[in-house]
């Protein structure tokens, strides 16, 4: 079974400043996807990014990266001029190629201060 | 909206009492999902249905019942509630083929059983 592990309940950071949230993911599989999602306040559960295990380019959004290290069954997360509304929690997840379901890690919740 | 609606967003229950989750979605997607998100364990999956007329066991199945109404609604039933069962629930969909996009979710249903 995969499993997907967070290793950083809370962060806080000033805004305008960069964080970079970490996620460590085992598996046997080699084909699969990685997500992260954002829970604001409001309980809404949002994508942020995703990667393709197959793709070697980390995949951008705007001001969200993700360093996609395979070999060490790494994916975090790196926000940058981080802004007050990105205060949230942030989950990470993996799902295996051909499956339809989503493995979640515990969470990471993300204070930015003004 | 298109979306996933929820209902009802807050309740609470007696030990023992029961009641149902409704979950719909007008996306026309095939496949949705129930989860539990509690703190420190992130969110985990008690039951998806991959298709109109099949229904599968999650992680944290024991407690729960869940029927697939039809394409749009999916409903997840505390038969006998109990303390431990006091969490959030989101429900998600995702089109077929897709899941690997990412789900849309809904806006969850607090839950406290007393």
Redesign the interface.
Known sequence: AQT?T?SQ?EMSVQEAETVTLSCTYDTSESNY?L?W?KQPP????I?VI?Q?AYKQQNATENRFSVNFQKAAKSFSLKISDSQLGDTAMY?CAF?K?G?????????TRLTINP | NAGVTQTPKFQVLKTGQSMTLQCAQDMNHN?M?W?RQDP??????IY?S?SEGTTDK?EVPNGYNVSRLNKREFSLRLESAAPSQTS?Y?C?S?PIGA?????T?G??TRLTVV
């Open positions: 997907v967070q309940p996807y997500f999602y409001s309980r809404q559960m994508l995703r393709e989950f799902m190629q499956a339809q379901k989503l493995v979640f890690g515990q969470g | 496949s999902y989860y420190g364990m992130g969110l985990r999956l998806y991959a999650g959030v989101f998600a995702s899941a690997n996009y990412g789900y979710f806006s969850g």
